[in-house]
């Protein structure tokens, strides 16, 4: 059979596709997951078409109900996909015409699939956005209920991963918040640029007809549609910028993951996760290891490489559109399912983590954590900066000798090291002192963190 016969494009053609090729070139196996957006868009080009009367209202009704029967049947799995009919879009047309003929045929006045994937493409970011921004509201949410919970727990604060001074626990959590809601207000902004409608820019000139690229945005919701039909029909920006958001968001959930695995080791033990969202090993009968915060971290090194993948792609295509662009979307949808999963999985298993309150206690407590304190307390007391620093490094170097936390050293010892310190010293060596001190904006004293979680409930509306 000619492709003059099996092709909707086979006019000009004299032989048959090689069968390799059309194998190479179908998109179809990964595309079908359009169908949604490539059935909404076409029905909105269908009543624009009757609208400025180039197709009738009977060829337009004929095309709805097609259009439905069509949703219902890809749904139901009784829809015949042909790797021969390449892509998502020759396939439904040439349903179309299978079920209402002429009709069907017509459906493609005035548009390309150039302006059809581009516009199908940005359709399924956008409710894919709304998705993912609702996961990551519960997951934010799971991180505020765990801040509340241990605003006053006190933990080791690090950094080289040596204790450095004392914080709490909900402290800690914020830390994580904030990570999350600048991921979140990157991700309003990709949905910004991405609800824009290429569709009426056609193959890439715009179209002779006079389509009415408003009306079609209009039903498709599109905030506003793209003022340029050459970039239009190539730009795949918006799905860079969702990847790089991606990327960006995978970073902090990498963090995020890191710490839960240490947390959770026997070294650290501050934390424990329930059962059921960790596995044991099949020769190892004691262990119980943390799966998801280790996938989470390692699935990082895809969503990263999409991102790249992505960036490659666009790289040096001369306008308009390129085939090259078919790849746009294993890496987008791999992204999307990626970020959508892991965030549900940290979002499902936050809630339920066990926050061993004595080992973080006892972990500051061995750290000399308080040394900071000790040193300002000197500060306050007319001692130079620098000189107090001396001072307090000797007295930890004797305490670590005399196997003693700093507040077990008796005045009389630490007024060895300074004259200046007297018996108030102590209140500043206690950790709640500690903490309670840290009193700056945006800082870890407990009342600085339940202004912070108001706060936060309130930021996250923002984006409601
Ligand atoms: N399957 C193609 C893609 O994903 C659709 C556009 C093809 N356009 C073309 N002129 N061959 O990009």
């Known amino acids: ?173 914020l830390a994580w918040f904030e990570m999350i809601q600048r991921d979140r207000s990157r991700l309003h902004q990709c949905l910004v640029s991405t609800n824009v409608m290429p569709l009426g820019s056609a193959a890439l000139a715009g179209s002779g007809f006079n389509l009415d690229r408003e009306f079609v945005a209009k039903k498709l919701n599109f905030a506003s549609i793209t003022h340029n039909s050459l970039d239009a029909v190539s730009d795949r920006d918006f799905a860079i910028e969702f990847c790089a958001f991606g990327a960006i968001l995978f970073a902090h959930l990498s963090r995020i993951a890191e710490e839960l695995v240490l947390w959770t080791s026997t070294q650290f033990n501050f934390i424990e996760l329930p059962d059921r969202f960790c596995t044991g090993s099949s020769i190892m009968p004691q262990k119980k290891n943390p799966d998801v915060p280790e996938l989470v971290r390692g ?68 750290g000399y954590a308080t040394a900071t304190d000790l040193a300002d307390y000197l500060v306050q007391k007319k001692v130079p900066f620098r000189d107090a620093h001396e001072v307090v490094g000797k007295t930890v170097k004797y305490a670590i000798q005399q196997n003693k936390r700093l507040d077990e050293l008796r005045l009389d010892e630490l007024q060895k090291f300074s004259p200046s310190i007297s018996d108030d010293v102590f209140e500043i060596l206690s950790l709640e002192g500690s903490v309670v001190s840290k009193n700056t904006y945006g800082g870890t004293a407990p009342a600085r963190v339940k202004e912070q979680i108001e706060l936060a409930k309130q930021r996250m509306k923002e984006f409601a």
């Not at 548009?111 to 709304?130: C, G």
């Not at 919970?149 to 604060?157: A, K, N, V």
Request: glycine fraction near 4%; include cysteine.
């Open 1 to 173: 059979m000619s492709n003059k016969d099996s092709k909707l494009w086979g006019g000009r053609f004299t032989e048959a596709t090689d069968e390799f090729v059309e194998q190479f070139n179908a998109s179809v196996g990964f595309d079908k997951r359009l169908f949604k957006q490539d059935i909404l868009a076409s029905r909105a080009h269908a009543q624009m078409l009757a609208h400025i009367g180039v197709l009738n209202d009977k060829d337009c009704d004929a095309l709805l109900q097609a259009l439905d029967k069509i949703e219902t049947e890809i749904e139901a799995g009784e829809f015949n996909w042909k790797s021969s009919l390449e892509d998502v879009h020759m396939n439904i047309e040439a349903r179309l015409t299978e079920l209402v003929g002429e009709a069907g045929k017509r459906i493609h006045t005035g548009r390309s699939r150039n302006d059809q994937v581009a516009t199908d493409v940005r359709l399924y970011l956008r409710e894919a956005i709304e998705e993912i921004d609702a996961r990551i509201e519960s997951l934010q949410q799971a991180i505020l209920k765990i801040a509340e919970q241990e605003s006053g727990t006190i933990m080791p604060g690090f950094t080289h991963l040596q204790v450095a001074q004392v914080i709490t626990f909900g402290h800690h959590m």
């Open 299 to 366: 699935k990082t090194s895809r969503v990263y490489a999409n991102l790249f993948a992505l960036l490659t792609l666009m790289k040096s295509q001369p306008l308009a559109y390129n085939k090259d662009n078919q790849e746009d979307k294993e890496p987008l949808f791999d992204t999307v399912d990626t970020v959508h999963d892991c965030v549900v999985a940290f979002a499902n298993m936050l809630p339920h983590i066990t926050v061993n309150r004595e080992v973080l206690l006892n972990a500051v407590q061995q």
